[in-house]
């Protein structure tokens, strides 16, 4: 009398799966790139005709991506970062590979200038992100208050 055994029914189709997954991991020639995500975006509600922008930018690509500008109909955005008391406008900031470029305040940011309105707490700014060789990306910036300060990260 033979046995029937589940476990040995499943063995091939295990296998063939296995195989399948091999094999479409195999993508060729085609290289990984970046792979862009965005994260923890806000506006403090501005206080004056300027305005700051904070958000992170996870990169879980091989490949580095470089953000080169910034734009919105709210006005002016331009990149900024800050090295200890003193911030400069740069005309890039790099997202390494497997890493994550956080704009915050006191660190990196946007700097909005010469503003079309004054966003109030509770609305929202588009921002287009433009990168090096790769699609812009549209991010929504919730306005805070203008104290406000997430508790974790971005």
Do not use: W
């Not at 904070?54 to 500008?69: M, P, R």
């Not at 503003?115 to 910036?141: I, W």
């Amino acid at each position: 009398m033979r046995r029937f055994s589940a476990t040995a029914a499943i063995r091939p189709l295990v296998l063939v799966t296995a195989g399948t997954l091999a094999l479409a991991g195999c993508g060729g020639d085609e290289p990984a790139g970046p792979d862009l995500s965005v994260s923890g975006a806000y506006m403090p509600q501005p206080v004056s005709d300027m305005a700051a922008g904070f958000l992170t930018v996870t990169n879980k690509g091989d490949e580095d991506a470089e953000l080169t500008s910034v734009t919105s109909d709210l006005g002016e955005v331009t990149v900024h970062e800050t090295e200890g008391q003193a911030m400069r406008e740069v005309s890039s900031l790099d997202v390494p590979a497997h890493g994550a470029l956080v704009l915050e305040s006191g660190g990196s940011h946007l700097m909005f200038e010469q503003l079309a309105q004054k966003p109030r707490e509770g609305q929202t700014v588009s921002v287009t992100l433009h990168f090096t060789g790769l699609d812009p990306v549209e991010v929504d910036l919730p306005v805070k208050a203008a104290t406000y300060r997430p508790t974790s990260g971005n």
